[in-house]
């Protein structure tokens, strides 16, 4: 089936510090690509949406100048959580999304951030 | 919000078929029913769709009423690796959106 990779699984980092995520569709093209963020005890919330070549569409209380996410190919996808702070800790997931009719979205198997 | 209502937990003794409901009460016509799992700090995995006929995989069979407002998922021999949170997610055919999940139904499979 398709694979997601996402990268890296798990980071601690010093608050003010820049995190990068990365989300690549391993056997498929991704169209659009989409980053959830969720936290404990919580179902997964959608931060944005990206197409590939276009910026960002983000939800509704994000911020994009916070959460900087670029799409530069059709199977990667980039996440840059900008001056990290501690109640940005979270566990950070993308998907994927073929431009194939019903398909399903295909996730990664997700980012832990802590911010110390 | 999410278009579906699914129970908060259930449980299952291993070895048995476990059937997870889920209403879809208002679902349009061009709208797929979609159901993952989520094992504990993972991503969701992708387990079946339908839209209209019952479906059957490798790892699971939808079972969708005539009148589209609610399905069922079977896991047919449930193991202890199945415990996870299930999600059951309606969405119109790839037009690039989203999936807008609701807090799913942790199930449980019990030795």
């Known amino acids: 089936g398709a694979v997601v990779s996402q990268h890296p699984s798990w980071v601690i980092c010093k608050s003010g510090t820049s995190v990068k995520i990365e989300c690549r569709s391993l056997d498929f093209q991704a169209t659009t690509m989409f980053w959830y963020r969720q936290f404990p005890k919580q179902s997964l919330m959608l931060m944005a949406t990206s197409n590939e070549g276009s910026k960002a569409t983000y939800e509704q209380g994000v911020e994009k100048d916070k959460f900087l996410i670029n799409h530069a190919s059709l199977t990667l996808s980039t996440l840059t959580v900008t001056s990290a702070h501690p109640e940005d800790s979270s566990f950070y997931i993308c998907s994927a999304l073929s431009d194939r009719g019903s398909q399903p979205q295909h996730f990664g198997d997700g980012t832990r951030l802590s911010i110390l | ?111």
């Open chain 2, 1 to 111: 919000d999410a278009k579906t209502t699914q129970p908060t937990s259930m449980d299952c003794a291993e070895g048995r078929a476990a059937n997870l409901p889920c209403n879809h009460s208002t679902i349009s016509g061009n709208e797929y029913v979609y159901w993952y799992r989520q094992i504990h700090s993972q991503g969701p995995q992708y387990i079946i769709h339908g839209l209209k006929n019952n479906e059957t995989n490798e790892m699971a069979s939808l079972i969708i009423t005539e009148d589209r407002k609610s399905s069922t998922l079977i896991l047919p021999h449930a193991t202890l690796r199945d415990t996870a949170v299930y999600y059951c997610i309606v969405r119109v055919g790839n037009y690039g959106q989203n999936f807008v999940f609701g807090p799913g139904t942790r199930l449980s499979v019990l030795p």
